[in-house]
């Protein structure tokens, strides 16, 4: 029997670092075990906002990779105000923070590069794609977003062959994400932004979603859509690897990832300072540790705060490295954006966070999809950033529990999260 073969077009791939590259790294990992043939489509020269060269083990060895060059506007973008290279990564100076020149460069992002600012390879890559089916027999299409413009390479991939099959994922919604009321869109913009959405919602044969929220939205819009949500990967998370870290004798809350101003939990802080300046014995053991790319605005403001001296600040570290510091942390914090329709965005990142058995604090919208998870796993409680002593008496409670050594690990229910049993939902769908 024939292997079938997945074409999977996507912007991340290793070299690149952060949550949105693993996604379908993962899946081309374990796909050839349900029988399928992942093929990659990549940019030969993209402009990644973080590196990791420790993804690379993940990539099969014997995979087909193919690379077309790209021309992205961030360069010229950068050297005309240094915090656009935020832009890279979707993240935005809000509210007093922004410049005119924020302000300005936000604009054009918003309605000059519509959807996004790799919106430049869509032309070049549906010509040599469009030779490159007619070469070899592929079975299903993949485009993975954000970046969103790569969706618009399989709508016209799929006007021009209208049996193929394709599936557009969407690692992050659309319209619906916090930032793109941010983009000081036009009218005009921002009807051309609905109209493309709309167009691949009823174009692709399946729409991947990676919440429960966003799979019912997207439905709701016209798309066929399923959730997959993101994972761990069990190979990642062996713990008998993992080495201890200096902070692990202390009380440690623990941030990995990418924080930026839209999803900044001012009412934790708050919260931490309280306890900081109440209680002696929470001060004298109490550790906040970054991992990753801290917004300079937020630590800033931590450093003249009462928490200044208990910042340890690790800055960006290796996948294999984050993961070591998670291990070596008592809570582990995740945020979202508050915003009412933001409920559907489970940052990639709590599956790793379940993975380690810690106690997880996370901060969103009320009656987010990852409060629904932290209650179906037991590993910890979500907040809204209104709540304040609800979220002290939490910190609290793990602090007392720390210090009698009572603090048990949690790993109820997490098996359906593993990164394999995802790809074979995947598979499952694929073979339908």
Known sequence: ???????IITYYWPPAGGPGVQRWLKFAKYLPEFGWKPIIYTPENPSYPLLDESLMKDVPGDIEIVRTKIWEPYQLAEKLNKSNKKFKAGQFDVGKNQSWKSKLSIWVRGNFFIPDARVFWVKPSVKFLENYLKENKIDVVVTSGPPHSLHLIGLNLKKKFPDLKWIADFRDPWTEISYYKHL?????SDRKHRQLESDVFRN???TLATSYTDAENFRNKGANSFCITNGFDESDSNTQTLKPSKSQTRFTLSYIGVLEQLRNPENLWKALDDLVEENAEFSENFVLKFVGRIDDKILSTLKNSTLSNHILNLGYL???KAIEEMQASDILLITNFPNESSKGIIPGKIFE????GKQIISFGPNHADVSRILEETKAGKHFSYTDSKTVKKFILEKFELWKSGNLLKNDQNIEQFSRKNLTKKLAEILDN
């Open 204 to 206: 692709a044969d399946i």
């Open 353 to 356: 966070y379940l993975a380690t």
């Open 318 to 320: 290796s996948h294999d």
């Open 1 to 7: 029997m024939r292997q079938r073969k997945i074409l």
């Open 184 to 188: 000081k869109l036009t009218k005009t």
